[in-house]
């Protein structure tokens, strides 16, 4: 069985940062994508970032230039570097994966983000 484990969110002031990870354990096949994405109770979930094998990214416009994707290959991990913080940030992340051999993602548990003043 594999499954993401994600750590890192909290509660901090705008204008702050804050680090999530997020880890894949078990029978980890090919991972052809992994990221982020964030759900409000008034919205809709929504992709944060992705990040591909080779390093390609791509991000919602409203956190380019705030947020950085990157991962580490030999841990099968993805990391989420959020600075400049804002209130509309506030949300549950999620982190996601694509393998080979599923037909749909795999998801983490979820991490709270709360940014207030």
């Known amino acids: 069985q594999v499954q993401l484990v994600e750590s890192g969110g909290g509660l901090v002031q705008p204008g702050e940062s804050l680090r999530l990870s997020c880890e894949a354990s078990g029978r980890v096949t090919y991972i052809f994508v992994m990221g982020w994405y964030r759900q409000t109770s008034e919205k809709q979930r929504e992709l944060v970032a992705s990040i591909t094998p080779d390093g390609s990214t791509d991000y919602l416009r409203s956190v380019q230039g705030r947020f950085t994707i990157s991962k580490h290959d030999a841990k099968d991990a993805v990391y989420l570097q959020m600075d400049n913080l804002k209130s509309e940030d506030t949300a549950i992340y999620f982190c996601?994966?694509?393998?080979?051999?599923?037909?749909?993602?795999?998801w983490g548990q979820g991490t709270q983000v709360t940014v207030s003043p």
């Open positions: 996601f994966a694509g393998m080979d051999g599923r037909p749909d993602n795999l």
